[in-house]
């Protein structure tokens, strides 16, 4: 079974805290992911990331930046952190070729509060 | 632009009362059509994929169908323990994957 595993389920950090979130999985697989989730809005894709060291944008990048040093982790950090901030954050990964492309798989979710 | 809506966006069943949840999609270049189960405060979870229109996959009280503008999540005497947010997501020709909203599905003993 694909595991995703992320470093935190609940993190309270204070307004201008620079905050990292990590995720790792096990699967080898070469896409990995970041969203957001908050209610009435879905998930939201902040960065993705296919390859080590590649990474994109996705629909809600400002304030967010990520690393991608070794295929298994893929980190997502909040320089400053701000109140609206302030969400669920799910990782996932996929694999891009081959049965089962493109079919995500999450990790637990970290939810966290900036205060 | 590509674009997921699911509807609706909650459904109250009795247990054993079967219905269905729709994804209506627009998407360039499908890749797969896919649908998860979210539990409250937990990620989602895979449940199905379907690449193409008259595809149809099932899994214990659930059975997923494609066609060429939407699919639809079956649910078949539905149990308590089916209550959870169901979401239906598109790849297209890129990496890109577009999340529905989601339905929440509410099943009464």
Known sequence: DVKVTQSSRYLVKRTGEKVFLECVQDMDHENMFWYRQDPGLGLRLIYFSYDVKMKEKGDIPEGYSVSREKKERFSLILESASTNQTSMYLCASSTLTGPGSYEQYFGPGTRLTVT | ?109
């Open chain 2, 1 to 109: 632009e590509d674009q997921v809506t699911q509807s609706p966006e909650a459904l109250r069943l009795q247990e054993g009362e079967s219905s269905s949840l729709n994804c209506s999609y627009t998407v360039s270049g499908l890749r797969g059509l896919f649908w998860y189960r979210q539990d409250p405060g937990k990620g989602p979870e895979f449940l199905f994929t379907l690449y193409s229109a008259g595809e149809e996959k099932e899994k214990e009280r659930l059975k997923a169908t494609l066609t060429k503008k939407e699919s639809f999540l079956h649910i078949t005497a539905p149990k308590p323990e089916d209550s959870a947010t169901y979401l239906c997501a598109s790849s297209n020709e890129g990496f890109k994957t577009i999340f529905g909203a989601g339905t929440r599905l509410f099943v009464k003993a």
